[in-house]
């Protein structure tokens, strides 16, 4: 391509930036005076925040274009033009030109979907290459061949786009695919928003890349809607989060929460690793029941009358009142910290009574009526609902509890886990046994926020939160009153507020001033649901989505009452044992057959020779199976060494696998049982490299076991021991099959012992 027209295109694509710059300059002025507006009313204060909000949104997004504003041209038979790009822009007059096309709109779907057979109204597609903000290439695609004289343009070259893209050395950080998105997974993104879609796909077909980008198609065409409900995306680890956690911001969106299943619950951090005993029975379904039974069984009635002395004169819960109360307190449906009113008021009008009966007593008379009047036994009443003995009383019978004491308690005392397992073997209640403060695992969150929906708010906490929220508020209206008298009104000029302000700053505390800009603006839709258990998605996507045990999806399914839900995985990758290998499985019980399923078939990151490896394992592990097609070869065999002492050999092995990615990424990826001691040795001898449990992805040389290294990629891939990685859990092959894919360029494989069926082909 003449370099006049990559001239040409660098013109239009300075003008693309300037017009970019200039929103960022005017949203970060009007951001600056909205923080600094104050008073009004409660609702004028909360519109003040969501419009700060929007601004920062805005501006975080501009940020995240710097690369690749704007990729691709269509020049169409009617001789219209269209660039197409990150976001829209449009120009700054009255008429709105359209400057940019967000590749998001309808409009720009021929981008990825026009063929020469089918060219929809395209005569050329451009690829537009470019590093930052300098344009680096163009790639013409000539699909009307019949209606345009080809002679001025290069060869046909869209595939050469996609391949330079896979071939590119990896950074440890997953990039947009918005310049190559192919058309079966252009199908997927663009996908009715509703109801459930299920994505099965192999490895390397682009299930997360279509995910992400299916989140920020449906927050760019259900604007309103989502980007107010939010868009969770839950993904498999930290390190994966890590992984894929700066391609939305890219995509332009701050209204997705990435979390991992372990931070589904605010305020916990869910981080204790456990058995798999353990994590299968807390994954299972029957555990819904368990935490049903184990919040029963802390409503109480006594075996016999209860003793309590209220100020030295002994009074009795008897058991039918306490009884009586219970079946009330049950029949009303309320969570169990809310009935506990009702059934302390009975309780505590069943003690009323008898100290009426006692101290109300005709003394000359006993068949004369009580001598107390009604509303001596309301005040009596009230006295009793306040007295320490009576509450310490109802806290035995029924406790305020939070989800966490629930759990604790539950894990800690034997009766109590006995009274609510009956339905699980010794072997399982004993993997629950737990001592107090073990720390929360994943498998406890969806057990948490089952106790939490059948708990409910503890009314004092309550009070609490709204108590914490007025002082705030009010701390805030006195740093606004004294900027206000310092800055002498209430307006501002626009011109002089920095002066203005900066005085104002120097007299109150900056602290509470900067808090309040924290707080109140800064908040994303994403870190407002982070924060709330009940916040409610408006799309729910799920990678890796086999993983997932059936009270994750009890939790989910509540996070997202419109069951609008994507969801990507591979049932053949299954590790988790408390995860799946059939969709029908985990979803009939919400929606029955009512969602829908598709297939991504081509692999987009593992070469075929390495393809052709997994392959065998895949077969080992159920025949069924289909393996995707590998969209490119890269003629390098992968290798295979068997060594005597592993720790001692895999370093050099490494060492020189290091040397031939270059600059690139490479993975030692090795049983969990040998994590630490394999990845002391490795990183002894090879320097730049991590180890473990949260490693930076960006470090030249990681070591990792199978668990950690889902859903990523490197460019080359060193296996240790695979007898050892399929030995290890009940789902070993599917683990196999796992690591032996997540190479774009190289596989070695290392061995002292046998190699498992599938492995066994003459080596290097
Ligand atoms: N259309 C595309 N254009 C360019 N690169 C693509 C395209 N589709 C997928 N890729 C790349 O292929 C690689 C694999 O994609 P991704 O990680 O989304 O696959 P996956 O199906 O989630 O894999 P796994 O199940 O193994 O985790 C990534 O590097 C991704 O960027």
């Not at 391509?1 to 300059?25: C, F, G, N, P």
Request: charged letters at 30%; one cysteine or more; a negative charge.
């Amino acid at each position: 391509m003449s370099s006049e027209e990559i001239e040409r295109e660098q013109a239009y694509v300075d003008k693309l930036y300037a017009r970019l710059d200039a929103m960022r300059e005017n949203a970060s002025g009007r951001l600056d005076q909205v923080l600094l507006q104050s008073g009004g009313t409660h609702q004028a204060r909360s519109e003040r925040d969501s419009i700060a909000a929007g601004y920062h949104d805005d501006i975080t997004e501009y940020g995240g274009l710097e690369n690749g504003l704007c990729f691709g041209r269509l020049d169409f038979d009617n001789a219209e033009r269209s660039y197409i790009g990150r976001r829209g822009l449009y120009e700054d007059s009255p008429e709105r030109a359209q400057l940019l096309m967000d590749w998001r709109a309808p409009a720009a779907r021929p981008f990825y979907l026009a063929t020469v057979a089918s060219p929809e109204g395209v005569r050329v597609r451009r690829h537009i290459r470019s590093s930052g903000r300098a344009v680096t290439g163009i790639d013409d695609e000539v699909l009307d061949l019949t209606a345009v004289d080809t002679s001025g343009h290069d060869a046909v070259t869209g595939e050469s786009v996609l391949l330079a893209s896979l071939n590119a050395r990896r950074t440890g950080r997953m990039g947009d695919i918005v310049e190559t998105i192919q058309a079966e997974q252009d199908r997927i993104i663009r996908a009715d928003v509703r109801g459930i879609l299920v994505v099965q796909g192999g490895p390397g077909t682009g299930k997360t890349a279509v995910a992400l980008h299916r989140a920020a198609y449906l927050l760019y065409t259900h604007r309103r809607e989502l980007t107010q409900r939010g868009v969770l995306v839950v993904g498999p680890n930290t390190t994966f989060l890590g992984y894929i956690g700066r391609v939305l911001p890219s995509l332009g969106e701050t209204s997705a929460l990435l979390s991992t299943v372990g931070g589904l619950f605010p305020g916990v951090v869910a981080e204790r690793e456990e058995g798999p005993e353990a994590a299968s029975v807390k994954g299972s379904i029957v555990m819904a029941e368990v935490v049903e039974r184990a919040v029963a069984d802390r409503q109480r009635v006594p075996g016999e009358p209860m003793e309590i002395l209220v100020e030295r004169d002994p009074v009795w819960i008897e058991p039918a009142v306490a009884e009586r109360a219970r079946e009330q307190a049950r029949r009303s449906l309320k969570p169990h910290n809310q009935a506990r009113a009702i059934f302390a008021e009975i309780v505590v009008d069943g003690l009323a009574r008898q100290i009426a009966e006692r101290i109300g007593a005709d003394v000359l008379d006993p068949d004369a009526p009580n001598l107390l009047e009604e509303g001596d036994l309301a005040e009596m009443r009230a006295e009793l609902a306040e007295d320490r003995a009576v509450l310490a009383a109802l806290d035995e019978l029924w406790p305020v509890l939070t989800p966490q004491r629930l759990l604790d308690d539950l894990y800690e005392w034997d009766d109590l886990l006995e009274a609510a397992t009956p339905m699980l073997t010794p072997a399982q209640r004993a993997a629950l046994r737990r001592e107090p403060g073990g720390g929360w695992t994943p498998a406890d969150v969806p057990l948490l926020d089952e106790a939490a929906e059948l708990l409910g708010d503890d009314e004092r906490v309550m009070r609490e939160k709204a108590r914490r929220e007025k002082a705030r508020r009010e701390r805030i209206a006195y740093a606004q009153g004294v900027l206000d008298i310092a800055a002498g009104s209430e307006s501002y000029e626009f011109e002089d507020i920095e002066s203005e302000v900066l005085t104002a700053f120097d007299l109150i505390d900056a602290d509470e001033l900067a808090g309040r800009h924290e707080e109140e603006a800064r908040l994303t839709v994403a870190e407002r649901a982070a924060a709330d258990r009940r916040w409610m998605f408006g799309h729910v996507i799920v990678d890796e989505a086999q993983e997932l045990s059936e009270m994750v999806w009890r939790l989910l399914m509540r996070r997202c009452p419109s069951k609008s839900m994507t969801l990507v995985g591979d049932v053949a990758q299954t590790g988790d044992e408390a995860g799946t290998t059939s969709w029908e499985h985990v979803l009939s019980p919400y929606v029955d057959d009512r969602w829908r399923l598709e297939h991504l078939t081509v692999n987009y990151r593992t070469p075929a020779e390495i393809m052709d490896l997994a392959a065998s394992v895949l077969a080992e592990l159920d025949p069924s199976l289909e393996v995707p097609t590998s969209v490119r070869e890269t003629g390098t065999e992968p290798w295979t060494s068997h060594v005597d002492d592993l720790a001692a050999a895999l370093p050099a092995l490494v060492a020189r696998e290091a040397a031939a990615v270059g600059d690139g990424r490479l993975a030692v990826i090795v049983p969990s049982g040998s994590l630490t001691e394999l990845g002391a040795a490795v990183a002894a001898a090879v320097p730049g490299t991590a180890v473990g449990e949260k490693v930076d992805l960006e470090s030249p040389v990681v070591v990792l076991d199978v668990k950690r290294a889902k859903g990523l990629e490197f460019d080359a891939v060193v296996l240790a021991e695979p007898a050892a990685i399929v030995a290890e859990s009940a789902r070993g092959l599917s683990d196999l099959y796992v690591a032996l894919t997540r190479a774009t360029q190289r596989l070695g494989i290392v061995h002292s012992g046998e190699l498992p069926a599938g492995l066994t082909r003459p080596g290097e």
